[in-house]
């Protein structure tokens, strides 16, 4: 086992010695450990990427407060994320010019990164939307913004053309017709962010980063137990959540696909995401539930100029594992999008069915 990641370990209040500590899981932003201590026991160890979250402190103090506030309302210990403290008290350490936290590892859990079946992916719906609901009530003005503008679409647009002109790797020339793609639907692309400003869609605490493999599922009984990965719960809208699990959830192929012909909405797990999504959460308004479509295409759209942008940006943020990985990623999302255009009437008649 790597020593440095041993002393970091010893700094927290781990049941016995850590004995391993391997790299788990496959996030984009942050470092991620599985670590096993003399007991048995097992918790995750993660390096925080303060180059992506500048505010760490306020970031811990969010998932501090809400983790707090989902304590009080749950009904089961495993479905709440739990932090391990320091040995000072705190909820994260800073050292070897890192920021650092442990989390308990939950036992008896899959995460999956394509449902097996649709029952999976009901339930990562019940998950999301139930998390949704029972932060309702949570005083939003206490959380801190961790990434400003995270799903602001027309300012994801705003960064994409600025990167384009300076086009630092020149590969701009690479990616003619995805600029075009990206270019021609600019318009559409911002009504969600003007319904929000204008009041005309609500401002809800929200988890924002709502993949499939952020919600555990319980290994034996197969429902939604935990939502992980709070890094990015921040006031956005409802419509981000359900957008960014259909592009992952109801997509046929991974996000990264490098066959574009694969890559599909399947209608019916967008029906199957939607049936749970509101009944979890049955607080949705009428406009919300009437923009769900637009949520799931915006938030795909979006995602895809963000792949883009950091391929012409020379892959700075998202982590790659090989040449042109970001620029694949974008492309399923725009596959992804010209999908749900061809299908927008079948998408339309399912919201309905399913809202009434
Ligand atoms: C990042 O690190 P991960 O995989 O949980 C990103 C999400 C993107 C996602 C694309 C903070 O999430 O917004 O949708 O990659 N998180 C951040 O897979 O930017
Ligand atoms: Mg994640």
Redesign the pocket.
């Known amino acids: 086992m790597d020593e440095k990641l041993f002393t970091v370990l010893r700094n927290f209040r781990l049941d016995a010695e850590p004995v391993s500590c391997e790299a788990y899981g ?5 470092g991620s450990f599985l670590v096993v201590t003399a007991s048995g026991r097992r918790y995750i160890l993660q390096r925080i990427n303060h180059h ?2 500048k505010n760490v402190e306020g970031l811990m103090e969010n998932i501090t407060a809400i983790t707090d506030f989902l304590w009080k309302k749950a009904e089961d210990p495993r479905s709440v994320m739990t932090l391990v403290k320091t040995r000072g008290g705190e909820s994260y350490l800073y050292t070897q010019a890192s920021y650092w936290r442990v989390i308990n590892f939950v036992e008896g859990t899959i995460c999956l990164q394509m449902p097996e079946t649709e029952e999976d992916f009901y339930q990562s719906a019940i998950g999301f939307g139930s998390f949704q609901q029972m932060l309702a009530d949570f005083p939003a003005e206490k959380l801190h913004e961790t ?1 400003p503008n ?1 799903h602001n679409t027309p300012d994801r647009y705003r960064i994409f053309l600025e990167t384009l002109e300076k086009d630092p790797m020149h590969r701009a020339i690479k990616v003619q017709k995805e600029i075009t793609f990206v270019l021609e639907r600019q318009e559409e692309m911002s009504v969600l962010q003007n319904a929000l400003d204008i009041g005309e869609l609500p401002l809800r605490v929200t988890h ?2 709502t ?1 499939l ?2 919600v555990l599922l319980d290994a034996e009984t197969r429902k939604a137990l935990c939502v992980i ?1 709070l ?2 719960v921040m006031p956005g809208s409802s419509l981000y959540d359900f957008g ?1 699990a259909i592009r ?1 959830g109801a997509a046929t192929a991974p ?1 990264d696909e490098k066959d574009i012909s694969k890559v599909e909405l399947d209608l019916h797990l967008f029906r199957v995401f939607t049936r749970g999504y509101v009944k979890a959460c049955p607080n949705l308004t009428e406009k919300e539930k009437e923009y769900l479509p637009l949520g799931a295409k915006t938030i795909t759209m979006e ?1 895809g100029i ?1 792949f883009l942008t950091d391929y012409l940006d020379g892959d700075n ?2 982590s790659i594992d090989r040449e042109g990985h970001n620029l694949d ?1 974008a492309r399923t999302q725009f596959k992804l999008v010209a999908d749900m255009e061809k299908k927008w009437d079948e998408m339309q008649r399912i919201v309905k069915e399913e809202t009434r």
């Not at 496959?26 to 942050?30: A, L, M, P, Q, R």
């Open positions: 496959c996030g984009h932003i942050n992506t979250f990434i995270f924002n980063d993949k493999n952020n990965d890094d990015t960014d992952f996000e995602c963000r943020y998202f990623r």
